[in-house]
């Protein structure tokens, strides 16, 4: 079965970094694409950045130039470099996984699994 364990999140100030890790099981990891999410309070989940099967990155607007999204296949786990960050990124992130940039932004709204996610609260 499909689990997904994200990790990292955590208490920083205006500018500062945190780095998320998303440890994935019972999917084959290197055939998937996979996008972080964050959820606000009183927002809807929103995809933030994705990675395909080559590695090729895209991400919101809002997040572009502070955030980088990576991947270790050998490991089964992607990754989420914050840097630069902003009270507004404050949510709880998630990862998860599809077929195409298209799939994951479906997911955003119809995803059957969503593991705990990680809270990242950003100061002012």
């Known amino acids: 079965q499909v689990q997904l364990v994200e990790s990292g999140g955590g208490l920083v100030q205006t500018g500062g970094s945190l780095r998320l890790s998303c440890a994935a099981s019972?999917?084959?990891?290197?055939?998937?694409?996979l996008g972080w999410y964050r959820q606000a309070p009183g927002k809807q989940r929103e995809l933030v950045a994705a990675?395909?099967?080559?590695?090729?990155?895209d991400y919101a607007d809002s997040v572009k130039g502070r955030f980088t999204i990576s991947r270790d296949n050998n490991k089964n786990t992607v990754y989420l470099q914050m840097n630069s960050l902003k009270p507004e990124d404050t949510a709880v992130y998630y990862c998860n996984r599809g077929l195409s940039v298209a799939s994951l932004l479906q997911v955003a709204d119809t995803g059957d699994y969503w593991g705990q996610g990680t809270q990242v609260t950003v100061s002012s």
């Open positions: 019972g999917i084959l990891f290197s055939a998937n694409f």
């Open positions: 990675i395909s099967t080559t590695d090729r990155t």
